[in-house]
Every structure is written in C-alpha cells, then in structure tokens.
C-alpha cells in the first residue's frame, strides 16, 4: 500500500509541473494570437487612440514576461485575477459554470459507463453475432454525427415531433434535482451517444484480446459457461485498458462539451472559455484551461491507481 | 393498416417461425427483433414507417449480396495468403472493403465522375432533386451529388493524411520511447501528458487562430493534437514488449534501435493501434466538422463532408433530409473501416472460434 | 420598403379610403394604441376622414379595440449575439445582446420611433441656436433612476462625457468629436457646445453607447450597479447567459405592458428557432435565412422582415491603380447582379443597394435611378478606361457577414460575362478589422444602421475622415456635406443631400450591393404597432416597452 502512496504522490507533483507547463503555453498561445483584447473589445470602432488608452488602462502595454509573473505571483497566493473584459473576479465568473459542466458530465457518465461496458460484455460475449453487429453499427453510426448534429436530431424528436423534453437547458441555480435532470436529459444523451461507443468498443476488444489466452481456453475446457469465463475470467485482466478508455471519456464529457452547451443553451464553462479566446480574456482563459488540465490530470491519476488495484502483479511490479 | 404492411409483417412471420421450427437460432432471434420492431413502427405511423423498414431491410440483404460477390470476385482475383485470409473473411469485412474501394475511386476520379464542378452554381438554392441533380441542389443552387463525390476526395483525402502522420509521429516517438526508457522516455513522456491535458478541441482553436486555415495548418495543428494520443497508446502496448525475452536476444545480438522498432516491436504491437486507427480515422472529420461549428474548418468553396452537414444542419428541425446526406457518407465510411478494422483484430488476436 | 409588416397592415377597406386618408388612419390608429386618443376622438378624426358612423365604430372594435395594448405577462426574448465576456460598461456595447439589454434597463435623450422619425426620451425637447452649433435639450422632469433618484442635468453631463476626453475608451468617442462642452444649466437644461455645426445632434444622442447612467460623485458614471432610467430594472444579469427585468414603475414614459422581460442568449440558430416553436421564448433577435421559409408556416409564429439602414459595402481604393479610374469603378459597379445576391445569400431578406451609403427609411433618401447588373454597360466602361480585361483581388471573411464569402463568389461568377477576372480572397476572421479594412484596397465591410445621412456619410465617406474606407475625395462631394450639415432649412438640406447622393453613385468609390434586413420571428400572440422602427432587431431594440401580449 505505501508502494501505492508513494506512486499517487509523485504523480501529483509531476501534475504540479505539468500544469505550470500547460499556463505557459497557453500564455504564449494567446500572446500569438492576432490582436489583443482592447482591439477585440472596441472591434469596428477601434481607433488608434482609444486602443492605445486601453492598453495603457488594463496594462497590456507591459511586456509579456512581465504580465506572466504577476499573473503568476497572483496564483501562487490562490488569486486567479479579474477578467479583463467584464472586470469580473475569475473565481467567482467560473465557479457556477464549472459546477454545471461537472453536473452534466457526471449525469452523462452515469448512463454512458455502464450502459458502454454492458454492450462492450455484451458485444464481446456473442462475438460476430447479429446482436454484435447491430451494436457495432448503432454506436458507429452515432459517433459518424458531428455531436451538434445529434444535438439536432434528438431535439426534433424528443421536443418538437414528440414534446416530451425541454429543448434549452438554461438551468438555473436554485433549481430542484428532478427539474434539473430533465432539463439536462437531452444534452446528456447526446454526450451518450458521443461516448457510447468508443467505451463500448474498447471494452469488446480488450475482452476479445484476452480470449485466445491459454487460461481462458482452459477454463472454457473445463466446462465453464461462456458468460461466467467472460465475466469471472476475461474482465478482471481486461480491467485497466477499460478504465484508461473510461477515464479518457470522462475527462473528454468534461472539456469537450462546448458544441452541447451551445446547441442546449447550457451556461458551462466551455462556452464561457470559446468567448474569452476570442476576446483574448487572458485571465479566464487560462483559469479554465488550468481547470481542465487538472481535470484530466486527476482522471488519469485515478485510472492509474484503479488499475493497480484491479491487478495485483502491477501492485507488486516493482 | 394497409396491405402492404400486412404483408411484410406475415413475411417476417412465416420466417421467424420457420427459423424456430428448424432451429436456427441465427436467423430467429434477427427476424424476431425486426418483426418487433416492424410492428411498433407501423403501429406508431402506419404505412410509411412500413415502407420505410421495408426499405432498410431491402438495403441491408442488397448490401450482403453485394459484398457476397465482391468477395467471391477478390478470392478468384487475389492468390497466396490474400486468398486464404478473404475465404474466411465475415461478409462484413467484405462489405466494409467493398465501401472504401467505391469511396477511393470516387477520391481519385472526381473530376470524372461529378457530372458538375465543385462550386459550379447549377440551379436555385435548394432545388428539389431531378434529372438534372440527382440529390438536388444546396443553399446556393450547387450540386449535391458533385460536392459529395468531391468531398469523398477533400474529407477523406484530409484525415487519411491527418491520420497518418499522427501514426508515424505517435508510434515511433512511443516506440523510441519504450526501447530507450530512462530519461527520454521521462521527458516524452511528460511533454505528452501536457499537451493532453489541453482539451483538443479548445488547442486547435488557439492554433489554427494562431497560424490560418489554410488546409496544410489544417493537417498538421489536427496530427500535433493526436499524435500524443498515439503516443501513449504505443508506449503502453510496447512496455509490456521490450521486457520479453526475444527483444533481449535481438539486443544482444546488436541490433539498432531502428531495426527493434520496426521489425520486432511493432509488428506484435500492431492489433490495439490499428482499432485505434479506425477510430480516429473517424474522429478527425468530426473535428473537422466541431471546428467549422466555430467557423474555422477548411475553406469554403472547397467541400467536405463535415462542413455540409454545418452549413445545412438548421434544416433537420423542419424533418428535411439534405443534412443527412453528408451525414450518412460519413456514417457509412466509419462504420465500413471499422467492419474491416474487426476483421484484423479478430485474426490478430488468434481466436479460431 | 413594399413588402415590409404585411401582417401589421391595416385592413380597413380599400375602396372607402385613398393613400392619404389611410395614412391619417395609420396615424390615428397608432395613435389610439398609445392611449393618446379615446373612443371618442377617434369617431371624430374617422368622420372628418370621409368615414361613415358605422364604418368608423366598427373600424374601432375591430381594429384598434383588438390591437390596444394590454398590460402584463413576462416577454422571453432569445438573443442572437450574446457573449459571456459582455460587460454592462456602455463604452464596450458591440453585440447585439448588449445593445438590447441597454434600450430595455437603461435609456437614451432621444429615440428612434417605430416610425423612424426622432422622438424624445430622457429629454423632452430640444433646439438649436442658428448655426446649429449650440444645442439646449430639457430633460423630462418625471425621469427617475430605478434606485428612485431624479435623472438630473448632473447625470446627462457625466454620461454623455464618459465616452469623451483624453481617457475616454469608448467606441463612441468618434462620434462626439466635435463637442467642445458639454455643461448642465441648472437640474433640468443641458447645453452641448459644438466645434462646427450639426444640425443631426440630437439623432446622434440616438446611438446605442450614449446611455444616460448615474453620475459618480468622484466624475464618472456608475455602470457597474446595473441602475439606469429604463423601463425595466435589472434583477439578475449573468453575461452571456440570461437577464431577467422587472418594470420600473416610475418609468418616465408610456408602454412597458409587460410585467417582466427576461433575455436567454442563445447563439444557436437551431437552438433559437427551436426555443420559439416550443413556447420557450417569445421572440427571437434574429432567424437563420435558409430555414426562414420553413419557419414561416409554422401557424403560431410571425416574422418581422424589416428593411434596414444596415449596409454591406464593398470599398474600393480610389487613389490606386486600377481603382483610381472611374470607369473602371463604374465597370465593377455595373457587374454585380445584386438581385441574385440577395435571392441566393439573403433567401430575399435584403434590399438591392445602389452604391449610396443611404438606405429608403433614412431621411433625406433620394430616389436615384436603379443601377441594373449590365455587362454590355460594364464591358463600354471598361473599354473607356483602356482596359479588355481586369483581374482584382476581393478581401473577405465570413465573421463580418455569414455568407460573405459566398456573396464575394457570386459577384466573381457575375463579372465573367463583362471580362472581369475577380479573386476572392478568404482573409482570418480574427484580426479582420486592424489587418484588412482599410488596408486592403477592395474588400468585404459591413456597417450598423446609423439615423442619418450626415451621420453616415461623414463617418466613411468624408474626405478626411479616419474611415474613409474608399479613399474616396471628391471636393464637391465634401463641400455638399459640411454645408448640409450645419444647414437647418430642411428644403435647402434635402436638395444639398440628393445631389451628394448621385455622387457617390456615380463617382464614389464604394459597391454597395444590398441592405441588410433585420429578420425576428415572434409568437403570434405577441403583438406591436403598424410599424417597427428599423434601426435595430426587435423595433430598435426597444420592443420591451413597445409590444404586448394579445
């Protein structure tokens, strides 16, 4: 177990520099981008003078290393500054939003995991049937869509042919669970049938790649039933490929959503960082890049330790 | 309920019963479903939805027929060990060949089989399909037939490069990685997961923003974004092959690093990269697609499959068909490679039952 | 202009009533709408127009009864252009979002009416010293902030110098660079010195920056409470996402039937018209054109199809070569088919431009002889100026305009026929305005709606102005509009303007293919007056305070 404590530690701390690394290229990114926030800001209006006098006003004009360090100097003591544009606290502007994304993810993962590794067993279980087939298609067929697109084709379906669910999503804060839950039913299934397959038909080969090993075929000479060699057998050691596939997922419901929340209206954090790009909000930008790869850092962090408690040898690999 | 729902669902009926009587339990269980299914749907709108099975289930029987032939005719074509493997290759490896077969000669000869140019202003917008058009027109009067045909050669041309330079980049960076170990391996490693840990969709936008649209930023921004991917796909399938004994001989044996990349490493690593391979084949054009959601995909006039459904996608609300055409070419080439890519697995993985 | 509001049209019998008497009915009727005329009233200015008892009392019942606003309800309007990066600061206001909210919580001296004519808002009235170079505008005394304190002289002073001086960051600064001084004359009077005269002024105090906003009492305007002296006070406002506003009692003015207002942004197109057919909002700023017919026969919604003064332009350099030659700009004007841009680009929402930068709902708008698309006529121009053949490049991008490009490509396939080889150019959308407009010597604008000629012209098309986007300096030209400008004789004035008009078509540097049309759809149990004013989506913006439900 200490082996374990040892690995989780020294993961975080390269998460640490990781994340220090992503602020930097990031920064630099946004630096590269073609014009700056006082010219987005004033757009068609912008003269050369009131440019410049923004500039000077939100202190743009200050070279770019120096503006990374107070940037810098203001995270290290927990401060994620202002919004440039709507003069905002970053903190405050990304809290509610995040919370919806994280809301709307778990909602999604909680029907896509077990619904994928089902199929997946399913799938793997009667191998290059009609049910195999079929499935394959289906889920192949949902991810062949632009998710905007799925969007599209659940709303006319779902709200305008049948109104049995809301098109838009505009939750608001103090809204019930169960509202909420039908409010998000529809961009939920669309970040199903996004994720759906590639869970579904990892899981199916993970489990297929293991089936021709000699232990499999002994248990099967045995005489055990298929199911119970697919399920007692196969799945243990098919464990981590599948929850490396299922953690990728997840961070993917998280920080890639944007297309969702603007085809349901849905107040996340992915819009609000498409906005700041463009307006070249540095700040908010690089919060919520910071958040997501934190994010997807912890994902894997616990994909990692789940596979090395789901495999005993790896335990004691080294 | 009219007779010719009638009749198709007694047809469906006569062959699941027989199907049961005999015992065959293939045929039954498919049957029985599509009955179901046949029932609920006629129910629900009537003889439409029946024409509209029938149609699905003619489609499905032509398209096995099809691949029945197609690979019959590649057996009598091909000798050696392409003969041996295609005899006993499922219909659907042969039906996804036959696709992507059709899909690269429409590639390779669009010029001569679009009976319009690429941007040639054919007929008012949205024109209804003809003679003249066989899909109808788009929002500009355009043909199409003549965009699909031309998208085929600027969608699939665009992520098969995409595709593959992030596989020559992500595989022999994770195999070098996996032979060297100790500090490169670190080092790659950590540039890796920091370049992950940025959502893809989000550093493209920043990239492309930072350098056009041009088609070749287009390749190159989308094959840096998944080549990490690939990376750790790699270095994880190629960790558990550089401990064997076999690749210690060839070492000993002196071996380069070249030669213990490619001929004893990555032919036995080549089963999970080739899934991953028709995946993201797939999710390229959906990237593709997201970012010109955001008004940065490859430039109009030039069509590609995923900005046809953008441009027209407003349309589905109203129950028009046009998106889907696009739509469908894409589903049917994902589900195509990925019927193939089954096949391979299946052989690889040395599963005789 | 034709086909606008056909729904609204008054449907009173054609053969009682000539073009003159309907329009008195028009304005009588209207008029009734607001409450500024009873029953009575209105029978008197029925007979007067030649109307008979009954004709008149069923016109009442049927017409106005039915269409008299009634209070209440909550208006949910899903916006087309909202960002989460939008700020209340009125110095920022760019997107559509922003400008709407700003017509509904804040307010403006002067208003564009639904008739497109000036009307008062914070000030009740306004006059000029001869020259028009001093202007005294007297402020409603019943105005009030929503924190319940008088709009006072103090706050229109601070408000109107917010977007001026040397710190000033507004997008507005332009626009006021001719006050000199701005200074309150007691609580209810403002005086506004100007360095030359505008007889335009008041319209000017129209733009959508020019809120009126509670003076701080260190200099400045507190924009950041959300306070203004609108119809409607702001009771939660999250950027990007949604407003919700409740009426403010003490509103100066007279409308805002609803009871509440609440804005959803909703970027969508898909998403938006989906929102409008299920119920989920009532209006919308703004419908995708490739579906608008589709939209159309849905029984429940109507669509506001409303000409604008919005214009796309196409500025050509007319100090360089091969722009420098008018024959050779008169060659390119004549080969656009602007009649198939609109069809194919606009679905037909748009109205043909005629290189005049003045569209038919502006005053002083001339009626100048259609440009038609002509190659034989381009082809005899391009022969007087030297040339059999001409190849240009043409700069755009798709941000400005949705279907920029594919209107630049269909200009480049109509010029074939008259030998003109255009290359469309697809520049980044990022950047297009500092690194293309005013850079490139032919390339893809588009521009807001602004009220007046004067306004317009002297922004883009004066000799020295900043964005005179054509390079374009015709010294009669200059002479017409500084004279028109300070010029209050509307007779002499509007003549000044037609001539300057047949300037710029004939000489000017700029195609002006089309005007855009503001396309809204709305439920049809929301209701508004004959006509919708045509300076922003949604009458003006200010369809808060002016529509009510049936």
Redesign the interface.
């Given at each position: 177990m200490n082996d374990l404590v040892a690995i989780v530690v020294k993961r975080l701390g390269f998460g640490l520099v990781t994340l220090l690394a992503v602020s930097i290229i990031i920064f630099g990114a946004v630096e590269l981008l073609p014009g700056d926030l006082a010219q987005a800001v004033l757009g068609q209006g912008a003269t050369e003078e009131t440019v410049r006098e923004l500039r000077a006003q939100l202190g743009l004009d200050r070279s770019p290393p120096e503006r990374y360090l107070a940037w810098l100097g203001g995270v290290f003591q927990g401060d994620f500054g202002q919004s440039l544009a709507s003069k905002k606290d970053v903190a405050s502007l990304i809290g509610p939003r995040f919370s919806n994304t994280l809301f709307l993810a778990l909602y999604a993962a909680a029907i896509a995991v077990p619904l994928a590794m089902f199929l997946g067993i399913a799938a793997a279980l009667y191998r290059n049937s009609w049910f195999d087939r079929a499935t394959n298609v289906g889920t192949l067929t949902a991810i062949s869509s632009p998710e905007f697109f799925v969007g599209y084709i659940l709303i006319l379906f779902l709200a305008i042919k049948n109104p049995w669910f809301p098109a838009l999503s505009n939750v608001t804060p103090d809204m019930a669970f169960t509202e909420r839950l039908n409010r998000l039913f529809l961009p939920a299934m669309t970040m199903v049938l996004v994720v759906t397959a590639h869970m579904m038909r990892m899981t199916r080969a993970a489990i297929i790649n293991l089936l021709a090993s000699p232990y499999i075929e002994m248990a099967r000479l045995k005489g055990v039933p298929q199911y119970k060699v697919i399920v007692k057998h196969a799945l243990p050691n098919a464990w981590a490929p599948i929850i490396n596939v299922v953690a990728l997922n997840l961070a993917y419901l998280i920080t890639g959503v944007v297309l969702v929340e603007v085809v349901f209206v849905y107040p996340g954090i992915g819009q609000l960082l498409v906005d700041s790009v463009t307006k070249r909000d540095f700040p908010v930008v690089q919060a919520c890049c910071l958040i997501f790869a934190a994010t997807y850092i912890l994902l894997n962090l616990a994909a990692d330790v789940g596979a090395i408690v789901s495999n005993p040898r790896l335990r004691h690999r080294k | 309920m009219t007779t010719f729902s009638l009749s198709l669902l007694a047809a469906l009926l006569v062959i699941s019963v027989l199907a049961y009587l005999y015992r065959r339990n293939s045929m039954f269980v498919p049957s029985a479903v599509i009955l179901a299914i046949t029932a609920i749907v006629t129910l629900y709108s009537g003889e439409s939805g029946a024409i509209v099975v029938a149609r699905l289930i003619g489609i499905v029987i032509g398209s096995s027929v099809a691949a029945y032939f197609f690979r019959a005719l590649l057996i009598v074509l091909l000798r050696g060990e392409a003969k041996k493997a295609l005899q006993t290759a499922p219909l659907t490896a042969a039906f996804g060949m036959l696709v992507i077969l059709l899909y690269s000669i429409a590639a390779l000869f669009a010029p001569q089989i679009a009976p319009y140019g690429e941007s040639e202003i054919v007929g008012s917008s949205y024109a209804l399909a003809d003679d003249k058009m066989i899909l109808g027109g788009d929002q500009l009067g355009r043909d199409m037939f003549s965009r699909l045909i031309y998208g085929a050669r600027n969608t699939v041309g665009l992520s098969i490069a995409t595709t593959c330079l992030a596989f020559l980049m992500g595989t022999s960076l994770g195999l070098f990685a996996a032979i060297r170990g100790g500090w490169v391996d670190q080092l790659l490693g950590r540039m890796v997961d920091t370049v992950m840990a940025i959502p893809s969709l989000i550093f493209a936008l920043l990239l492309l923003s930072i350098f056009g649209t041009s088609t070749l930023s287009l390749i190159l921004v989308i094959a840096f974004i998944y080549t990490p991917l690939i990376f750790r796909l790699t270095r994880s399938v190629a960790g558990n092959i550089v401990v064997m004994d076999y690749i210690e001989a060839a070492r000993l044996r002196g071996e380069s690093t070249w030669y213990l990349m490619r001929k004893e490493i990555l032919p036995n690593a080549l089963a999970p990269l080739i899934a991953e391979f028709g995946l993201r084949f797939c999710f390229v054009f959906l990237l593709v697609a997201g970012l010109s959601f955001l008004g940065l995909g490859i430039q109009p006039p030039t069509a590609d499959w995923g900005s046809m459904v953008r441009e027209n996608a407003t349309l589905i609300s109203y129950g028009e068909y046009i998106p889907l055409i696009p739509a469908a070419a894409i589903a049917l080439l994902t589900v195509s490679v990925n019927f193939v890519v089954d096949w391979m697995l299946y052989r690889s993985s040395g599963l005789k039952v | 202009m034709k086909e606008r509001n056909e729904s609204t049209k008054i449907r009173s019998d054609p053969k009682v009533m000539n073009n003159k008497e309907k329009q008195i009915f028009e304005e009588i009727v209207r008029d009734s709408q607001k409450h500024k005329v009873t029953r009575r009233e209105f029978m008197q200015f029925s007979m007067a127009a030649g109307l008979t008892m009954a004709a008149g009392a069923s016109l009442w019942t049927n017409e106005v009864a039915a269409s008299t606003p009634k209070r209440g309800g909550t208006f949910r309007i899903g916006l087309h252009d909202g960002?989460?990066?939008?700020?209340l600061?009125p110095a920022?206001y760019?997107s559509v979002g922003q400008i709407q909210i700003a017509h509904t919580y804040s307010a403006y001296l002067t208003e564009i009416t639904a008739n497109n004519k000036l009307g008062p808002d914070v000030a009740d009235s306004w006059e000029a010293n001869p020259t028009a170079t001093q202007w005294i505008f007297k402020l409603n005394p019943n105005a009030t902030f929503h924190n319940g304190n008088k709009v006072t002289a103090k706050d229109v002073v601070a408000s109107l110098n917010y977007h001026r001086g040397?710190?000033?960051?507004?997008?507005?600064?332009?626009l006021l660079s001719t006050v000199t001084e701005i200074r309150a004359d007691g609580d209810g009077t403002v005086v506004v010195d100007l360095s030359s005269g505008v007889a335009d002024f008041p319209w000017l105090m129209t733009d959508y920056h020019l809120t009126i906003l509670p003076a701080k009492d260190g200099g400045g305007v507190d924009w950041?409470s959300g306070i203004g002296c609108g119809p409607y006070k702001i009771v939660n406002h999250?950027?990007?996402?949604?407003t919700e506003l409740t009426r403010h009692d003490g509103w100066h003015r007279e409308g805002a039937y609803f009871d509440e207002v609440r804005f959803?942004?909703?970027?969508?197109?898909?998403?938006r018209?989906?929102?409008l057919?299920?119920g989920?909002v009532d209006s919308i700023t703004s419908t995708?054109l490739?579906?608008l017919a589709?939209?159309q026969r849905n029984p429940d919604i109507a669509i506001d199809n409303t000409p604008s003064g919005s214009a796309i332009t196409l500025p050509m350099f007319c100090d360089q070569a091969p722009f420098d030659n008018v024959d050779v700009r008169l060659a390119l004007k004549y080969s656009i088919n602007r009649q198939e841009i609109i069809?194919?680009i606009m679905?037909g929402t748009g109205t043909v431009g005629n290189d005049v930068h003045v569209s038919p709902n502006m005053p002083y708008y001339a009626e100048l002889e259609q440009r038609p698309y002509d190659p034989d006529q381009a082809k005899f121009h391009l022969k007087k100026a030297g040339m059999d053949k001409l190849s240009v490049n043409l700069s755009a991008t798709?941000?400005v305009y949705p279907g920029a490009?594919?209107m630049c490509?269909?200009f480049s396939?109509s010029a074939k026929a008259s030998g003109i080889d255009i290359n469309v150019v697809?520049e980044?959308?990022?950047?297009y305005?500092?690194?293309v407009?005013l850079q490139k010597p032919f390339c893809f604008v588009k521009w807001g709606a602004r009220p007046t000629p004067d306004n317009m012209l002297s922004l883009a098309y004066a000799a020295d102005a900043?964005w005179n986007e054509s390079h374009w300096k015709n010294p009669r030209f200059n002479e017409l509009l500084v004279a028109a400008r300070a010029e209050l004789d509307e007779a002499k004035r509007s003549e000044m303007y037609h001539e300057a008009q047949m300037l710029c078509k004939d000489d000017g540097g700029t195609i002006i293919p089309a005007f855009v049309n503001f396309v809204c759809a709305r439920r049809k149990n929301v209701m508004h007056g004959p006509s919708v004013a045509s300076s922003w989506e949604n009458d003006g913006a200010r369809a808060a305070h002016r529509w009510w439900f049936a």
């Open positions: - | - | 960002n989460t990066t939008d700020s600061d920022t760019q040397e710190e000033a960051t507004s997008a507005a600064k332009a950041e999250e950027a990007g996402v949604s959803t942004v909703i970027n969508d197109p898909n998403a018209q989906t929102a057919m299920t989920d995708d490739k579906t589709l939209l069809d194919k679905f798709d941000s490009v594919d490509v269909l396939e697809r980044p959308s990022d950047g305005w500092s690194n407009w900043a």
